[in-house]
């Protein structure tokens, strides 16, 4: 039974992290320093279920993270340690695809590139190719992903 705790396969999935991440950068790099997100013991759009007892749907019976955790994780590597990050969004050319940069002294540092493609496990995954154009060349990057089989996946993120 849905407990109006968050949308069942929704909420407590990688879509909802997909999202999380782009509200938490969009905010910030509008200027919004805090974003305040709702939670509770069992709502399935925590970050963590801190008891056994929680019921988020996915009869784990210990404390657990979340899919949106993920997004917590992404958006804080992003800003960095430095306190002088400045993010911008970045204009891209398909619907699902958002991309955000965070400079400090005026030097692009590190960009967060998200597909927000819905995948339900039939078919071939969609893809898409991203030029990133402007760069230096010759400049070495790390790239991180952030995986999953579905984007209605609850676990195995």
Do not use: C
Not at 52 to 74: C, K, M, V
Not at 89 to 94: F, G, L, Q, R, V
Not at 127 to 151: D, I
Request: hydrophobic residues 40%; without cysteine.
């Amino acid at each position: 039974m849905w407990n109006s705790h968050g949308q069942p396969g929704l909420s407590n999935t990688v879509e909802a992290a997909l999202w999380m991440t782009d509200w938490l950068l969009l905010a910030a790099s509008l200027g919004i320093e805090r974003v305040h997100f709702h939670h509770g013991l069992g709502f399935r759009y925590n970050t963590l279920q801190p008891t056994s007892e929680s019921d988020d749907g996915l009869n784990i019976t210990r404390p657990h993270i979340l899919p949106s955790y993920h997004a917590l994780l992404i958006v804080n590597e992003a800003i960095g340690k430095s306190g002088r990050g400045e993010i911008a969004e970045i204009a891209t050319t398909n619907l699902t695809l958002t991309a955000y940069g965070i400079w400090e002294s005026g030097q692009l540092k590190r960009m967060v590139v998200s597909n927000s493609a819905v995948y339900l496990g039939e078919g071939m995954k969609s893809s898409l190719k991203v030029s990133l154009k402007g760069l230096e060349k010759g400049r070495s990057a790390t790239m991180k992903r952030l995986e999953s089989n579905m984007t209605t996946s609850v676990t195995g993120v």
